[in-house]
């Protein structure tokens, strides 16, 4: 299993920034990709980020260059820096995590969410 602590949330004026972590912890051979995704009530979750183990990234269409997403592999972690806030990002965001995990006979891949954070982000 895979247990992931979120941080970072938070209250943050327009314009202002929030920098989101994600650490995995618990039994896995290895953490392949880590993203951040986030939600609004009444709407369908929405790919933010997302970083590979070979540290290739890719970005919803709305974050243009706003967002940073970046990894500490030995520590399996990641981290959202989220510049130039805007009301619109207001949302519960969640870390999700592809680890390869020890299945029945042979090494599968699962995918794994967070309890999300909730940033909001005031005009």
């Known amino acids: 299993q895979v247990h992931l602590v979120e941080s970072g949330g938070g209250l943050v004026q327009s314009g202002g920034s929030l920098r989101l972590s994600c650490s995995a912890s618990?039994?896995?051979?290895?953490?392949?990709?880590m993203g951040w995704y986030r939600q609004v009530a009444g709407k369908e979750r929405e790919l933010v980020a997302f970083?590979?183990?070979?540290?290739?990234?890719g970005y919803g269409d709305f974050v243009k260059g706003r967002f940073t997403i970046s990894r500490n592999i030995a520590e399996n972690t990641a981290y959202l820096l989220m510049d130039s806030l805007k009301p619109e990002d207001t949302a519960v965001y969640y870390c999700?995590?592809?680890?390869?995990?020890?299945?029945?006979?042979?090494?599968?891949?699962?995918?794994?969410w967070g309890q999300g954070t909730q940033v909001t982000v005031s005009s």
């Open positions: 999700k995590v592809a680890a390869q995990i020890m299945g029945l006979l042979e090494p599968v891949e699962r995918d794994y």
């Open positions: 618990g039994t896995f051979l290895s953490i392949n990709a």
């Open positions: 970083i590979a183990s070979d540290t290739s990234t």
